[in-house]
């Protein structure tokens, strides 16, 4: 699972396609893409008030980690999402606290945003001593020289190569990060690295001419992004053992039947 700050196309992230669940119905963010009778019943439940941002980011928080789909990977066999709604509301609060971190660095700061809970509207940044960084002689070469053919990771140094340039301070959980099965950093180079084609599978069309029109070398904005990408996953990578502690602890107790939820919200879908 992952969330984006802008509605995603149809190949985003895996090219497989999927299913997108907009958090509004309009532009002005002014109404809820969940029933209001749910979310009625959801404030009956806990005592208090339920916002529809508090779902998304309960959401985030208990499914959008390895350990949810490694739990729960036979039922995610059938395509859907069947969230463990907690009864209590302490577990509740608890998780969207944690989740309105995770959408936050997914969408790199520009949704959740919270000063005071350390959420700024900037691009998420690891704490100094973790971060990656590059050592003046691992600068990524630009134009004239081409752009990198390869990306490769070597674990002994923590230090990921680009071409002729590398960076330091990348963690092989960073290296590892997937997404439905593609990883992260491999998937974010194949669109930046000189020889962008790619196999042609059972009838779908040719690459397209346009593929080839790409910068001469290698852009500053391209550092920049992988730099950006690099913070996001180190603090994703660091919330996943809160996140599967959380869920252990969510479907240990009493959670909310999906025949409760739909008696109450009945015809409001």
């Known amino acids: 699972m992952t969330f984006g ?25 002014t109404e809820s893409n969940i029933a209001p009778a749910k979310l009625d019943f959801l404030s009956e439940a806990y005592g208090r008030a339920v916002a529809p941002e508090e779902v ?26 069947r969230v463990p709604l907690t009864t209590d509301v302490a577990l509740f609060e608890e998780a969207v606290a944690l989740g ?15 000063p005071a809970a350390d959420r700024p509207k900037a691009p998420p940044r690891l704490p100094r ?49 997937e997404v439905s099965g593609k990883n992260v950093l491999r998937q974010w180079f194949s669109y930046r690295r000189r020889d962008r084609t790619r196999p042609v599978i059972g009838d779908r069309r040719p690459p397209s001419p346009l593929e080839r029109i790409q910068p001469e070398g290698w852009l500053s904005e391209y550092t920049s992004d992988l730099i950006n990408l690099l913070h996001v996953l180190g603090r994703l990578v660091a919330l996943e053992p809160a996140q599967a502690a959380l869920l252990e602890r969510i ?19």
């Open 5 to 29: 700050a802008v509605m995603p196309d149809l190949h985003h992230y895996n090219g497989r396609g999927g299913r997108v669940f907009p958090l509004w119905r309009d532009a002005a963010a």
């Open 56 to 81: 998304m980011a309960y959401c985030a928080a208990v499914m959008a980690h390895p350990a949810f789909t490694a739990r729960f990977a036979a039922d995610l066999v059938q395509p859907g999402l």
């Open 100 to 114: 309105a971190e995770v959408i936050w660095l997914h969408c790199y700061g520009e949704r959740f945003d919270d």
């Open 129 to 177: 001593e973790q971060a990656p960084t590059i050592p003046a002689d691992g600068a990524i070469p630009s134009a004239p020289e081409p752009l990198p053919e390869t990306m490769e990771y070597d674990p002994a140094r923590n230090r990921l190569h680009v071409g002729k340039g590398f960076i330091d301070n990348v963690t092989p959980q960073m290296w590892a990060y």
């Open 251 to 269: 479907v240990d107790q009493p959670m909310i039947t999906v025949a409760a939820l739909a008696g109450k919200a009945d015809g409001d879908d």
